[in-house]
């Protein structure tokens, strides 16, 4: 074993032994694939509880993950067309897609009902459409001031192995660093408000990026639907944006890229969180447009893409 996946993953095994419960042995790495070691990699980081982090194992870790990152590919600003760079709908698919040289699927037909001259689309279509940008794609390989990550209250990562959320992969991306410095923020947190503190919704903090292209990562708790939305679940939708806004203009931050905040594991809709997005941040601009240079709204899924391309009138 010399490869920097069987170093870190040896590393990982040895360290989770200090738990009680350690999923593997040293004796489980010998036979699996390239995948299967790298599954057992995100599963022991995903698990594994705050605690010191030993030299050895952040050597092993941090170069493991920029090897990662290398393979993916880091995507920068310049790469990202602005809204105003974007000249139809065709154009838009293939340029706002992170995947490299794979061809888009077809872009279907919209749902009728949106408004043609709708005020957001009024807006985009001024000069803050230089400031905005759409971009498909894994948010971890972006090269920007700050990604967001849509974190649930405990503010300490997604503890399940290999889940598909996006608090998972931004975590397991940065490395275990992340969920120190967290843990570290809730700790303090916890002794100035009580030992039940959790983080509220609505908020912004940030933290270090550690492994990830971007400087910063700006985490906030965003509204969990259960049943009908509500105008306070709406409301603290636009908090979330807003105050991560603010956390840009008050750290200097001038290019930031927001996931999909609060829909899929948080069920809020997606179309009303597209709406609530794109208002929130255009009418930010309006008022703070000198200090940004760029905001994205990077989405994964072909449903949340053609849901911003018609709200931000890439497409008719």
Known sequence: MNTKTDLFLEQLIKDASNDMEAPFSCADISSPGTQEKKDMIRSLM???????????????????????????????????????ELQSCADSADRISGTGSSPMKAIPEYPTGYPAESPVKRQIRSYIAKKLSLWQGDITRLNVGAIVNAANSQMLGCFVPCHRCIDN???????????????????????????????????????????????????????????????????????????????????????????????????????????????????FLETHDAPMERIIFNVFTDRDRTIYERLLGLCA
Not at 59 to 75: F, N, P, S, T
């Open 46 to 84: 995903n698990i594994r509880v705050p605690r010191a982090l030993s030299t050895e194992l952040l050597q092993r870790q941090d170069a493991y993950l920029q090897e990662e990152l290398a393979e993916k590919g880091i995507v920068r600003l310049p790469d990202i067309p602005t809204l105003n």
């Open 169 to 283: 992969a931004i975590h397991s991306a940065a490395g275990m660093q992340l969920r120190e410095e967290c843990h570290q923020i809730m700790t303090r947190k916890r002794a100035a408000y009580g030992a039940n503190y959790e983080e509220p919704t609505g908020t912004a903090t940030m933290t270090n990026a550690y492994n990830l292209p971007c400087d910063h990562v700006i985490h906030t708790v965003g509204p969990i639907v259960y049943g009908e939305l509500t105008a306070e679940h709406c409301r603290s939708l636009q908090n979330c944006y807003e105050n991560i806004l603010n956390c840009c203009l008050e750290n200097h931050i001038r290019s930031v890229a927001f996931c999909c905040i609060s829909t899929g594991e948080f069920h809020f809709p997606n179309e009303k969180a597209a709406e609530i997005a794109i208002e929130t941040v255009t009418s």
